[in-house]
């Protein structure tokens, strides 16, 4: 029989949580005037490249938290504490249409999954596993929506690469949380999936 990962604790101190409208000011606080990356404010997914670059910054902002505080859960914060520290973005594949167009990332089939599109760690606290510790949130949060397949597109560089390239991840957290690899169209871009299977009852 396959020996089954187990799963690490959190680091001491760390809580994760659905973002909110509530925790919106904390994203801010995490994702800080750069919006993450390059005024991205996971964004980049969701809409037209066209209609990115007209929002970068400011406008990509407002979207956001137009999204959120019409009720949608884009993602999960990760706290050490009461500070924010890291973020995974993560929906329904339909929530990002740029995936469908993406010849490498483009639908395997026609299955109901969940997406993993996006890490951003703050910087204090890179390196601590904090980025194996979102994936299993993910996995919960998932599953808990009534998710039952999750999918990923990590970046398997050849050689090492900045962290804003890397914001997918790299396989081998999803390697360790039990993902497998169930296509590549190019040298650098797995997908990944993890099925979602429901927690037993107790009797």
Known sequence: MPTRRR???APPGVAVHPLTPDRWPDLERL???????AGCWCMWWRVPRPEWNAGKGEGNRRAL????????VPGLLAYDGDVP??????EPRTAYPRLARS???APVDDAPVWSITCFFVARSHRGRGLTRTLIAAAADHARAS?????????????????DAFMYT???APFAAEG??????????????RKPLARPRRRR
């Open 7 to 9: 799963r690490p604790a």
């Open 146 to 162: 009534g998710g039952t397949l999750l999918e990923a597109y990590p970046v398997d560089a050849r050689k090492a690469l900045g």
């Open 169 to 171: 991840g790299a396989p």
């Open 85 to 90: 520290v890291a973020w995974v973005a993560l």
């Open 31 to 37: 994702f800080g005037p750069r919006g993450a990356c």
């Open 179 to 192: 993902f497998t690899e169930v296509a590549r169209r190019s040298p650098t871009r797995p997908i990944v």
């Open 65 to 72: 938290r137009a999204y959120v505080r019409a009720g949608n």
């Open 103 to 105: 010849r490498n990332l």
